[in-house]
């Protein structure tokens, strides 16, 4: 049996913390071990209960989510942090990952996308929803320019792959970039998978960011 992910809850807004505690009903590897309103509780709940990973609003009050996840990662670093925003300024998003966060999500993602980036997060991977990619993608340029063997695999790519491709670049998630090429979400997840195997990446989020960086033509 897999080892359960042990999660932490950081959201000053009852209705929306209540909903993601529901998380662990959805995903039975995930364990919800405590929840917090505000960053000072954040910090205790970190000291008290060592999540694997805490799942972390920006805006609350008393001290807000990115002074918190500063404090958090100074102190115990073995707990990935995952902001867990509406707010996708390119400042916030700058400030939260060199606070240490191990990614930043929007409160739009879906709950199995969800259940998946706090995964991969407590393997340490960087989790970005498509849109924050594609922001933090913006900010960025191919360090020491393109790379042809990558320019390559995308060009080998079939043509609806790039379609998918595309899509993801501007933030689309499955369920959205199915209806937009008429598939079934299933299929999109195979062409996912596809896309990722292809250009030796992990995650949608680094196939985002490079289709922001590189010629899909």
Do not use: C
Not at 192 to 200: A, C, E, H
Request: a negative charge; aromatic letters at 2%.
């Amino acid at each position: 049996m897999t080892e359960s992910i042990r999660v932490a809850i950081v959201e000053d807004q009852w209705m929306v913390r209540d909903g993601l505690a529901a998380l662990a009903e959805i995903a039975e590897h995930i364990q919800v071990v405590a929840t917090g309103a505000d960053g000072n509780e954040a910090l205790s709940i970190a000291a008290e209960h060592q999540p694997d990973v805490m799942l972390m609003d920006i805006k609350m009050p008393n001290m807000d989510g990115l002074e918190a996840t500063r404090r958090i990662k100074q102190s115990q670093p073995g707990i990935q942090v995952l902001v867990l925003t509406t707010f996708v300024e390119s400042d916030l998003i700058t400030e939260a990952l060199s606070a240490g966060a191990a990614g930043y999500l929007t409160k739009d993602i879906s709950a199995e996308d969800l259940a998946d980036a706090v995964t991969a997060a407590a393997k340490g991977l960087v989790q970005l929803t498509p849109t924050v990619a594609s922001r933090v993608a913006s900010l960025m340029s191919p360090s020491g320019g393109p790379n042809p063997d990558l320019q390559k695999a995308i060009d080998g790519l079939t043509p609806r792959e790039r379609d998918v491709l595309r899509l993801l670049a501007t933030g689309d998630s499955n369920p959205e970039i199915a209806a937009a090429l008429h598939l079934s979400s299933g299929t999109v997840k195979n062409h996912v998978s596809s896309i990722l195997r292809q250009l030796g990446l992990t995650d949608r989020t680094r196939a985002a960011i490079i289709a922001n960086q590189y010629s899909l033509d």
